[in-house]
């Protein structure tokens, strides 16, 4: 069988390895776990998916205090508390204060939609276990109206992690997983033309030499990343500097390289 | 199928499950991986592999299954396409390519064109195209792109897939196992496995607080006024002990790095540090330059941090046996009338959680390591690494 579907879009260049991940995560009804540096387009990744197969996304942030009975539905007691105080019509119907979270949101929806569940690892230990059953079956009921959401139609799901937390086994072993190797110099060259795609060559070609000695400087504390590239090779435009200075004068590095500390070291290494 | 693959890679240590082991089946099945080791090798790594940090083992365990097909398959693959000739308009051309290949030597083996196309690399000095010898385009030789020759090494032009072998060759994972010793972002990943295990402190305000609801609602004349209040924290208390004495030096870095990630998680309730030289005396250093008198006393140390403190020990154990058992074995400070093991007996028993890491452990039993083995026995030794400081971390917040 061929796999047919996600090939990349105008403005998201992927890899042939990302793309097959992505098909097959689709053809097998899995989730789509996705790793790698910051700033190599994995939250960028959902965007792109939903936008070539003309879905629509739901995107659920996930933050440290995140639960995930949030993303399934919430029951808004103290608002009906309140309404019941002042007699308020409707209080009797419970359905009016229960409101579907992001999860719920995808599974109710009419048509099949992209569910992005963006930066997992920041919730809590026990977070991805809680939703084992939910994403298997694609369902969940609500007790207070007994009644059951499914899915209408199986969201395509995917889940970015920037590796802060172990993710539970039983978790990981339901998902398809595709760690984004940071992008080698043809594929960054790709990257960054299909942003701005008259960038001068000589521009863009010491811009990225001066990029990937940064990225092998051993003490460098943080890597710049492709979205740092991107800013970068935009601000060198913009200011119109001439291609040959940007090596010896590195002009607006500040964009690519954040910490102090990292300043100091780029400043006094010799990039060449 | 592949039932040795499915063994060998839990024999690397994969924890490869019957679930995942169906799905990739079911992937085989359905035909996802087409007739290509290559796609095989990147389908079967999404579906059973789920960290990075064990691409290697799988790398490794696909080299050792695979290896005698990966010969199988080039060979079977030129001899495919000299037998593919379907294409009429294409025969006369496809001879004399064959006709080419045939006369020079057969290049399969993989490492003597490697070699030949190291050698011709050096030599080569301009362009070529359609030649027998060197490196180009639409040529018979073993090297360049776009030539008749299928066996042999490509140079530049379009990459799709990387080659399983290609890629298992190049270990290019090796970087990401996590046994490895760890710098500083692996450091602050770790310490946050201790915040996760503590209540949060930067958690909103979820309960509801019934005497302040009680309170507002009165004095509200009875109508409902709801007050909220963070729940119950119960914040981690750390107390780093660290070594700085001269064999340590090699590791300066790495101490630095674990000092820096501590402080910039700034989720604990209170982070103490001090340092001592090669085992713990009387003194506790305020720097790790363990300068004489910018000290305090252990014994102070005792009395005002509490029991409660988690204490990690970072310090390699490596001293002579009179260090630790003699009460003068302190070449550089006071002994305080007891000896180094005395003392690391007072720690353990004032403190409720002590580990300790040490970036050159021995492991299991070192005899000709006299002092590490008697501190193992004392507490807890971990070496620093991220699985390492990972287990520490769970062994300071696991109850006893």
């Known amino acids: 069988m061929e796999l047919q579907g996600f090939q990349g879009t105008n403005d998201y260049v992927a890899s042939e390895e990302l793309m097959a991940s992505v098909n097959i995560a689709i053809a097998l009804k899995k989730p789509l776990l996705i790793k790698g540096e910051p700033g190599t ?5 959902a965007e792109a998916v939903a ?68 930066e997992i690892d920041k919730a809590d230990l026990e977070f991805p276990n809680d939703l084992l059953w939910e994403l298997d079956q694609m369902e969940f009921y609500i007790n207070e109206t007994k009644r059951t959401v499914k899915a209408k139609h199986r969201p395509i799901v995917m889940i970015t992690s920037n590796a802060e937390k172990e993710l539970p086994d039983a978790f ?41 000695a940064i990225r092998s400087l051993r003490d460098v504390r943080k890597k710049p990343s492709t979205s740092e590239l991107i800013d970068w090779v935009n601000a060198l435009q913009i200011g119109g500097i001439p291609a040959d200075k940007i090596r010896s004068a590195l002009p607006f590095v500040g964009v690519v390289v954040k910490k102090d500390e990292d300043l100091e070291l780029v400043r006094h290494s010799d990039l060449s | 199928m592949f ?19 169906l799905t990739l ?20 790594r999404m579906i059973l592999v789920k960290s990075e940090t064990d691409f290697d083992k799988y790398d490794m365990a696909f080299e050792e299954c695979f290896k005698a097909v990966q010969r199988e398959t ?17 025969l006369a051309h496809e001879q004399a390519r064959d006709h080419l290949n045939k006369t020079e030597d057969l290049q399969i083996d993989k490492e003597d064109v490697e070699e030949k196309f190291r050698a011709r690399l050096k030599d080569q000095d301009s362009e070529h195209n359609g030649g027998s010898f060197w490196i180009g385009t639409m040529g018979k030789t073993s090297f360049g792109n776009m030539g008749g020759n ?13 080659s399983a072998f290609a890629v298992v060759g190049a270990r290019k994972y090796r970087d990401f196992r996590d046994d490895r010793v760890i710098d500083n972002r692996q450091f602050q990943m770790a310490f946050r496995k201790l915040r996760q295990f503590s209540s949060r402190l930067d958690i909103p305000e979820t309960e509801l607080d019934i005497d302040g609801t009680v309170d507002k609602t009165c004095s509200n004349g009875g109508c409902l006024q709801i007050v909220m209040q963070k729940p119950r924290k119960n914040a981690v208390k750390l107390l780093l002990l660290m070594d700085s004495g001269g064999t340590m030096i090699p590791y300066s870095t790495l101490l630095n790095d674990l000092f820096q990630a501590v402080h910039k998680s700034n989720h604990y309730k209170d982070v103490k540090a001090y340092y001592f030289h090669n085992c713990i005396y009387s003194k506790l250093y305020k720097t790790p330059e363990c300068e004489n008198g910018d000290w305090i006393d252990t014994e102070w140390m005792f009395r005002n941090l509490d029991s409660d403190y988690k204490v990690i020990v970072v310090g390699d154990a490596a001293m002579a046996p009179e260090e630790l058992y003699s009460d003068t074995g302190n070449y550089r400070g006071p002994n305080g009338g007891l000896s180094g093991y005395e003392w690391l007996k007072l720690v353990k028993r004032h403190y409720k959680r002590v580990v300790w890491l040490n970036p050159k452990m021995a492991p299991g039993k070192a005899p000709w390591r006299e002092a590490e083995t008697a501190i193992k026995e004392m507490f807890p030794m971990f070496k620093l690494t991220v699985d390492g400081l990972n287990r520490a971390m769970v062994k300071l917040m696991a109850n006893r």
């Open chain 1, 51 to 118: 936008n070539a197969l003309g879905k629509r996304l739901i995107i659920w942030n996930i933050k440290s205090t995140t639960k995930a009975q949030e993303g399934l539905y919430v029951y808004d007691t103290i608002q009906r508390l309140y309404d019941g105080q002042f007699g308020e019509e409707g209080v009797d119907d419970i359905a009016r204060y229960i409101k579907l979270g992001k999860l719920g949101e995808a599974f109710d929806s009419e048509e099949q939609v992209v569910l992005l569940i963006d």
């Open chain 1, 172 to 212: 990981l072993r339901r998902c398809i997983f595709h760690y984004i190797d940071f992008p080698g110099r043809e594929l960054m060259e790709q990257i960054v033309r299909v942003h701005f795609p008259d960038v001068e060559e000589h521009l863009l070609n010491n811009a990225m030499d001066v990029f990937y």
């Open chain 2, 150 to 162: 299928v066996g042999g090494v490509r140079v530049g032009g379009q990459t799709g897939y990387q």
């Open chain 2, 74 to 90: 080039e060979v079977g693959a030129q001899m495919l396409r000299w037998l593919d000739k379907s294409d009429m308009m294409e």
């Open chain 1, 41 to 45: 387009g994995k939250t960028r990744l």
């Open chain 2, 25 to 44: 089946q079911e992937a085989l099945d359905r035909g996802f991986c087409g007739s290509s080791l290559t796609q095989f090798y990147y389908v079967a």
């Open chain 2, 3 to 21: 039932i040795k693959f499915f063994e060998t890679l839990r024999a690397k240590g994969l924890r490869v499950t019957l679930g995942e082991w």
